[in-house]
Nanobody
Framework: QVQVVESGGGEVQAGGSLRLSCTVS????????MGWFRQAPGQEREGVSC????????YYVQSVKGRFTISRDNDKNTVYLQMNNLKPEDTAMYYC?????????????????????WGQGTQVTVSS
């Protein structure tokens, strides 16, 4: 049974930082690209960042470039999202997702239907 568990969310003031973690069990972690998505109330789910299964490629939505950094530790089956200089518009539920390397195409990193397994989410709230 695959489990995807996010942690690290919380409430911070604008300009602050948070580090999200996502630990996965029940699959060959090194064979999965890992993505972070977010969804604010009334909005569609948005791809925030992704790190490819080969660890060599990282992708970011334009609005977080230079502020967020994604990384993965294959020994710990964990992917991280370091979020700095947070803004109120970053407020959302953040979800971690896993996409198998079979059929992986980096150009589709921000498509939710490209991912097979999802966590329950962790809330990030940024106050002004």
């Amino acid at each position: 049974q695959v489990q995807v568990v996010e942690s690290g969310g919380g409430e911070v003031q604008a300009g602050g930082s948070l580090r999200l973690s996502c630990t996965v069990s029940g699959l060959a972690f090194g064979s999965y690209s890992m993505g972070w998505f977010r969804q604010a109330p009334g909005q569609e789910r948005e791809g925030v960042s992704c790190v490819g299964y080969n660890t060599g490629n990282a992708y970011y939505v334009q609005s977080v470039k230079g502020r967020f950094t994604i990384s993965r530790d294959n020994d710990k089956n964990t992917v991280y999202l370091q979020m700095n200089n947070l803004k109120p518009e970053d407020t959302a539920m953040y979800y971690c997702a896993a996409a198998p390397k079979s059929g992986w195409y980096g150009g589709n990193w921000d498509r939710p239907d490209h991912y097979e397994y999802w966590g329950q989410g962790t809330q990030v709230t940024v106050s002004s």
